[in-house]
Nanobody, 121 residues
Framework: QVQLVESGGGLVQAGGSLRLSCAASGSIFSINDMGWYRQAPGKQRELVAAISSGGWANYADSAKGRFTISRDNAKKRVYLEMNSLKPEDTDVYYC???????????????WGQGTQVTVSS
């Protein structure tokens, strides 16, 4: 059983910062890409940032220059440092990871339960 558990969301004023953390646990052989998505009620989940196992990162245009994604492969964690937050960043943020549970298996995408980020004006 594989689990992703997010932490670090909350309420912050515009211009403030938050650091989201996501820990993977369970029967994990290897982790490929990890990432963060956001979703508003009634809307599709959209990419915020993703990072490969080698550390190559890509960002949504709205996140470039303000957010930084990083990962600790030994700890099976991915982080999202969010600075200069704006009210329009308010959403539920989900982490995901493409995980192989055994040698020779294909990676499957797992999701965390989500953490609320609210930015007040």
């Amino acid at each position: 059983q594989v689990q992703l558990v997010e932490s670090g969301g909350g309420l912050v004023q515009a211009g403030g910062s938050l650091r989201l953390s996501c820990a993977a646990s369970g029967s994990i052989f290897s982790i490929n890409d990890m990432g963060w998505y956001r979703q508003a009620p009634g809307k599709q989940r959209e990419l915020v940032a993703a990072i490969s196992s080698g550390g190559w990162a890509n960002y949504a245009d709205s996140a470039k220059g303000r957010f930084t994604i990083s990962r600790d492969n030994a700890k099976k964690r991915v982080y999202l440092e969010m600075n200069s937050l704006k009210p329009e960043d308010t959403d539920v943020y989900y982490c995901n990871a493409d995980i192989r549970v055994g040698w020779g298996t294909h990676p499957s995408r797992y999701w965390g339960q989500g953490t609320q980020v609210t930015v007040s004006s």
